[in-house]
Nanobody
Framework: QVQLVESGGGLVQPGGSPRLSCAASGSIFSIYAMGWYRQAPGKQRELVAR???????NYADSVKDRFTISRDNAKNTVYLQMNSLKPDDTAVYFCNVKWCSGYVCYSHNAMDAWGQGTLVTVSS
């Protein structure tokens, strides 16, 4: 079993800069990638940002130059620094970890684990 514990959500004013954290624990031997998705009311879940074990990152166009994803491999923790928040960033943010129970871990053999979600509301 894999557990993901998220923190850092809440009510934020436009222009604010909160940071989300997600710590993974459990039967994880190796991690291929860690990332954040979000789901706004009435919309589908979308990828916000992702970082691989090698440090390769990719971002949704809507958050490029505003959000930064990083990870602490020793702690199996991923962070999402969000800057210049807009009302359109309001959503439930979900942590995602692609992990493996063995040493070799790639996208094709990794399993998905999801956090419970943390609500970020951008409003004045």
């Amino acid at each position: 079993q894999v557990q993901l514990v998220e923190s850092g959500g809440g009510l934020v004013q436009p222009g604010g800069s909160p940071r989300l954290s997600c710590a993974a624990s459990g039967s994880i031997f190796s991690i291929y990638a860690m990332g954040w998705y979000r789901q706004a009311p009435g919309k589908q879940r979308e990828l916000v940002a992702r970082i691989t074990s090698g440090g390769i990152t990719n971002y949704a166009d809507s958050v490029k130059d505003r959000f930064t994803i990083s990870r602490d491999n020793a702690k199996n923790t991923v962070y999402l620094q969000m800057n210049s928040l807009k009302p359109d960033d309001t959503a439930v943010y979900f942590c995602n970890v692609k992990w493996c129970s063995g040493y070799v871990c790639y996208s094709h053999n990794a399993m998905d684990a999801w956090g419970q979600g943390t609500l970020v509301t951008v409003s004045s």
